[in-house]
């Protein structure tokens, strides 16, 4: 498995994989690094999509942090991820540069307008212009025909599902299901900054999912009572702080009066000083 760190070298990697496959495509799977199981589910439904063809970044993006959030501290583990991805298929690694992804000077950023402000985008300002530029640069660096995401960050999907279909970049977002624990607690590389007592604090994110889902099965549709179901199960750990509950149209992540197939029940609290995120695609 080959390291690249220029956009030149996996442009010209990316083509000559094209050439030597008679046209078929290139596979992208976009990460900060930090590799779980999560990732690795991606990682490896890439390359049953594209065998050979795998293109995994590892790049920590400095435009998708506030000025207070965890740049500096996100965990960087670049030799064991590159171990991962290399077991799950990946075919190169992109490990690029600040520099190298942000020349001097550069000026230019990618802002899905509306979207970009609901749910993390309303907790994190700016977040999902950051996250928008970095996979757009990504996406056309690699000329990537597909893209691996995982649900559990479901509006970064739909931010870019916006994204990729109104720049018609030809690059099509493939959504793969979320990853847990045997406890139930959905993967993330931020999951690595939780003590013992906060881990078990963070389950209470998804026994909200689950108390929902149940009550969908059961035949309930109302926001408004989902969303208090989903507060009073929230209550039994005080110390949890939210940041939203909310049920949202996935393509416009606008709220929604009533549940319906496809609709998006999200979840964002903090636990000690570690923002986490859940979420359930309902019915």
């Known amino acids: 498995m080959r390291i690249l760190t220029t956009v030149n070298e996996l442009r010209a990697w990316s083509r000559a994989q094209r050439s030597s496959a008679c046209g078929e495509g290139i596979a992208l799977v976009p990460t900060m690094g930090a590799l779980h199981v999560g990732h690795g589910s991606l990682i490896r439904a890439a390359a049953a999509a594209r065998p050979g063809r795998v293109a995994v970044s590892i790049f920590v993006n400095p435009t998708q942090f506030g000025p207070k959030e965890d740049f500096a501290r996100y965990p960087r583990t670049f030799k064991a991820d590159c171990a991962l991805a290399e077991r799950e298929g990946a075919s190169v690694i992109f490990a690029p540069s600040v520099e190298e992804m942000y020349p001097a000077g550069a000026s ?19 977040h999902f212009r950051g996250v ?18 995982g649900q559990k960050d479901a509006a970064q999907v739909a931010v870019l599902r916006r994204m990729v ?9 493939v959504v793969c299901p979320i990853v847990r624990e045997d406890d139930g607690l959905a993967l993330s590389s931020r999951n690595a900054y939780l003590n013992p007592g906060e881990r078990k604090q963070a389950l209470v994110l998804n026994r909200a999912i689950r108390r929902v889902e149940a009550l969908v099965a059961d035949g309930e549709r109302s926001g408004s009572s989902l969303i208090d179901a989903a507060r009073g199960v929230f209550a039994e750990e005080p110390e949890v702080r939210v940041d939203y ?11 929604v009066l009533a549940a319906a197939p496809g609709t998006l029940f999200a979840v964002a609290a903090w636990v000690g000083s570690t923002r986490l995120i859940d979420n359930a695609i309902i019915g």
Not at 108 to 126: A, H, K, N
Not at 245 to 255: A, G, H, K, Y
């Open 165 to 173: 279909g109104d720049l018609r970049l030809g690059t099509a977002i």
């Open 108 to 126: 230019t950023f990618v802002e899905v307008d509306g979207l970009s402000e609901r749910l993390d985008g309303q907790s994190r300002p700016g």
């Open 132 to 149: 928008a530029t970095v996979v757009a640069k990504l996406m056309i660096a690699a000329e990537a025909d597909l893209a691996f995401f």
């Open 245 to 255: 509950i909310e049920l949202v149209d996935w393509e416009t992540l606008w709220p």
